[in-house]
């Protein structure tokens, strides 16, 4: 009774589903992208103070420039109202988020 009193739950969160249609996808690539985008804009100024940083880096922005033109066509199918497959634009966009992400905790 106390516990259903103050607000607490016996049961875990739920996670949310992914997004199942061609906007949603849409959109939380795009989200993601900003994000990835954001940690290589807070990288670029360490690669003076850290050397090492400078390749590695030059290849996510390679990997994220190829992404981003990826993710710009499968926006432009899903405005026109066409259903493309997202299957491997999400998973280069998590792949490339995890690869950032990565960087971003070895080098700050």
Do not use: M
Request: charged share 10%.
């Amino acid at each position: 009774l106390l516990l259903a009193s103050c607000g607490g739950s016996a049961t875990a969160p739920v996670t949310p589903a992914p997004p199942t249609t061609p906007a949603a996808i849409d959109q939380k690539v795009a989200t993601t992208l900003a994000d990835a985008a954001a940690i290589i804009q807070g990288l670029e100024p360490l690669v003076t103070q850290y050397p090492g940083l400078k390749d590695p880096l030059n290849r996510a922005i390679a990997f994220y420039t190829s992404i981003k033109a990826a993710a710009n066509v499968y926006h432009s199918a899903v405005v026109s109202g066409a259903n493309p497959d997202p299957a491997t634009l999400q998973q280069q966009v998590q792949q490339l988020l995890l690869s950032v992400t990565s960087l971003k905790s070895l080098y700050q």
